[in-house]
């Protein structure tokens, strides 16, 4: 089993700031190979919004670089999206992803998590 649990989240006036974290966890987890964030808004595809991988290489989508960081801890098992300088389109439910490879399994898969609701007032 895996977990992705993700804290953070809420309603925030545009500008603000708001945190999100995400914690993977599975005692059948062999390596995390990249964890990041996606977001989707009413009527919009999921989208990425910021990603990194094992290697430390980042992926940031352009609609939010210079105001949303992403890091991850010393373990690499927990991913949080500093969110910045928030705008009304930031409006969204944001979803933790984690590429795994599970012991036993002969490649990495995809996992999610339930998502957190993001909504910046204007």
């Known amino acids: 089993q895996v977990q992705l649990v993700e804290s953070g989240g809420g309603l925030v006036q545009a500008g603000g700031s708001l945190r999100l974290s995400c914690a993977a966890s599975?005692?059948?987890?062999?390596?995390?190979?990249?964890m990041g964030w996606h977001r989707q808004a009413p009527g919009l595809q999921r989208e990425l919004v910021a990603g990194l991988t094992s290697d430390g290489d980042t992926n940031i989508a352009d609609s939010v670089k210079g105001r949303f960081t992403i890091s991850t801890n010393s373990a690499r098992n927990t991913v949080c999206l500093q969110m910045n300088s928030l705008k009304p389109e930031d409006t969204a439910d944001y979803y933790c992803?984690?590429?795994?490879?599970?012991?036993?399994?002969?490649?990495?898969?995809?996992?999610w998590g339930q998502g957190t609701q993001v909504t910046v007032s204007s």
């Open positions: 599975g005692s059948s987890i062999f390596s995390i190979n990249a």
């Open positions: 992803y984690a590429n795994i490879w599970r012991i036993g399994e002969l490649t990495q898969s995809d996992y």
